[in-house]
Nanobody
Framework: QVQLVESGGGLVQAGGSLRLSCAAS????????MGWFRQAPGKEREFVAG????????YYADSVKGRFTISRDNSKNTVYLQMNSLKPEDTAIYYC????????????????WGQGTQVTVSS
């Protein structure tokens, strides 16, 4: 089993920055890719960014491209999401997720999920 724990959420003004972290523990060999998803009230969970542990290929939703950066520290089994130029529409609960093979944009493909961290962007 794999455990994922997010941290770093909070309240920030529009235009500000936050960095989310997701630490993986347990059978981390079961995870080859990580993704960040978010869910706003009354909306579906949506893909934000993904990264492959090996090779480091990265993927982004169009809505965050150029503002968010996903990265990893293999030695710490930790994935980060640097969020810059935040907008009120980025307000959501952010979840990290893990899966075998490569990162995908579908939440159904991910086997392991963190508990989520709240990000609130005020205007």
């Amino acid at each position: 089993q794999v455990q994922l724990v997010e941290s770093g959420g909070g309240l920030v003004q529009a235009g500000g920055s936050l960095r989310l972290s997701c630490a993986a523990s347990g059978r981390t060999s079961s995870v080859s890719a990580m993704g960040w998803f978010r869910q706003a009230p009354g909306k579906e969970r949506e893909f934000v960014a993904g990264i492959n542990w090996s090779g480091g290929g990265t993927y982004y939703a169009d809505s965050v491209k150029g503002r968010f950066t996903i990265s990893r520290d293999n030695s710490k089994n930790t994935v980060y999401l640097q969020m810059n130029s935040l907008k009120p529409e980025d307000t959501a609960i952010y979840y990290c997720a893990g899966r075998k093979y490569i990162a995908t944009i579908s939440s159904d493909d991910y086997n392991y999920w963190g508990q989520g961290t709240q990000v609130t962007v005020s205007s």
